[in-house]
């Protein structure tokens, strides 16, 4: 189960389930970003998943490449940055799974525990 802001999400379509890959847990990007109200779309140019807050930052995600390149929207900050994911951003059948932890540099809490993935918006790092 995957529960974003507290709303389960329907994984019925999902090819996968979330999964491990080692240490790391791999869930659907598609589904829990657009689950936190942020865009994702597909740029065929650059072949990579791009995944945008319209407020913090957009992400730039390749397919095979544990690299993410992150472009800040913030005037006063500048949260651009390249980081590497701990395991490398994949497709099965049309869907683009990442690592938990990607969405924690949305400033996310994410957490998996008692078969449960929960992701939620954690404002008070940028406040505090």
């Known amino acids: 189960d995957i529960q974003v802001n507290g709303q389960s999400l329907d994984l019925t379509d999902l090819p996968l389930?979330?999964?491990?890959?080692?240490?790391t847990l791999m869930v659907p990007l598609r589904k829990i970003a657009e689950g936190l109200g942020y865009t994702v779309a597909w740029d065929r140019e650059l072949h990579a998943a791009v995944v945008d807050d319209e407020y913090i930052?957009?992400?730039?995600?390749?397919?095979?490449t544990t690299r993410v390149d992150f472009?800040?929207?913030?005037?006063?900050?500048?949260?651009?940055?390249t980081a590497e994911n701990a395991?490398?951003?994949v497709i099965h059948q049309g869907y683009t799974y990442v690592p938990l932890e990607f969405f924690r540099e949305f400033f996310n809490d994410a957490a998996f525990g008692d078969g449960v993935v929960t992701v939620t918006p954690s404002m008070a790092e940028l406040c505090g």
Do not use: Q
């Open 71 to 81: 472009t800040g929207h913030l005037k006063v900050i500048d949260m651009s940055r």
């Open 57 to 64: 930052r957009r992400a730039v995600l390749r397919p095979g």
């Open 17 to 23: 389930a979330p999964y491990w890959e080692g240490e």
């Open 87 to 89: 395991e490398k951003t």
